[in-house]
T-cell receptor, first 114, second 113 residues
Framework: GEEVAQTPKHLVRGEGQKAKLYCAPIKGHSYVFWYQQVLKNEFKFLISFQNENVFDETGMPKERFSAKCLPNSPCSLEIQATKLEDSAVYFC????????????FGQGTRLTVV | DAKTTQPTSMDCAEGRAANLPCNHSTISGNEYVYWYRQIHSQGPQYIIHGLKNNETNEMASLIITEDRKSSTLILPHATLRDTAVYYCIVRVGWGNAGNMLTFGGGTRLMVKP
C-alpha cells in the first residue's frame, strides 16, 4: 500500500494484560521503525528492522517489550504485562532501502492502560 | 544524530510566510536536515529534507546556511491547517537508510486568522 497502516487505532488494557500492536509498512520499503510518544512532544525511538532482521534495538525496554517483522505479515510490537506508564501513542514508520530518503509514519495506536 | 535547537513556539498570520529556524551547530558532513510536522495527534508528516543545497517542494522551502550549522523551513503562505508542531531533525543520510530519526521538542506553530 501507499501508506503505513497501523492497527488498532485505540487499545485499552488493564494493568498486567498483554497488548499487541500491528504495522503494515509501505510496499517495497525495507525499514520499519517503532516510536513511543508519551507526552505530546516527546518521541522515543524503540526499535527498527531491516526486512525481518532487527536493525537497531537500542531504545527497546529490556523487559516486557518485543517486536517482530516476519515475511508476508504485518510487523508487530507486543507488550507483556502492561503498566500504567506504557500508556502512549505508538507510531510505526517505514522507509525505502536507499539512504537519504524520508520515512513515512502511520497514524499511530493509542494504548491506554487502566 | 546531532542535536537541534528550535524555538518552543511561534505565531504566524494566515497568508503570510512562516519562517521556522533550527540550529544544528554540531552537524556532521554526512547528516541530512529533515523537517517533519505533527498536526494535533496525527502521525508525523514528512515535509522536506536536504544536505547542503536549498530545497523546495510543493509544501515548503528549506534554506540551509553555507556552514550548515542552521536552517530555516519556509511555509510561503501559511494557512490555518499548517498549525502544528514542526520538528527539525538531523540524520545520517548515507551508509544505510536504517538510521533512526531523533525528535527534539519541536516548534509549535500557531497560524492565526
Amino acid at each position: 500500500g501507499e501508506e503505513v497502516a497501523q492497527t488498532p487505532k485505540h487499545l485499552v488494557r488493564g494493568e498486567g494484560q498483554k497488548a499487541k500492536l500491528y504495522c503494515a509498512p509501505i510496499k517495497g520499503h525495507s525499514y520499519v521503525f517503532w516510536y513511543q510518544q508519551v507526552l505530546k512532544n516527546e518521541f522515543k525511538f524503540l526499535i527498527s528492522f531491516q526486512n525481518e532482521n532487527v536493525f537497531d534495538e537500542t531504545g527497546m525496554p529490556k523487559e516486557r517489550f518485543s517486536a517482530k517483522c516476519l515475511p508476508n505479515s504485518p510487523c508487530s510490537l507486543e507488550i507483556q504485562a502492561t503498566k500504567l506508564e506504557d500508556s502512549a501513542v505508538y507510531f510505526c514508520a517505514s522507509s525505502h532501502h536507499r539512504p537519504g530518503t524520508e520515512a513515512f509514519f502511520g497514524q499511530g495506536t493509542r494504548l491506554t492502560v487502566v | 544524530d546531532a542535536k537541534t535547537t528550535q524555538p518552543t513556539s511561534m505565531d504566524c498570520a494566515e497568508g503570510r510566510a512562516a519562517n521556522l529556524p533550527c540550529n544544528h551547530s554540531t552537524i556532521s558532513g554526512n547528516e541530512y536536515v529533515y523537517w517533519y510536522r505533527q498536526i494535533h495527534s496525527q502521525g508525523p508528516q514528512y515535509i522536506i529534507h536536504g544536505l547542503k543545497n536549498n530545497e523546495t517542494n510543493e509544501m515548503a522551502s528549506l534554506i540551509i546556511t553555507e556552514d550548515r550549522k542552521s536552517s530555516t523551513l519556509i511555509l510561503p503562505h501559511a494557512t490555518l491547517r499548517d498549525t502544528a508542531v514542526y520538528y527539525c531533525i538531523v540524520r545520517v543520510g548515507w551508509g544505510n537508510a536504517g538510521n533512526m530519526l531523533t525528535f527534539g521538542g519541536g516548534t509549535r506553530l500557531m497560524v492565526k486568522p
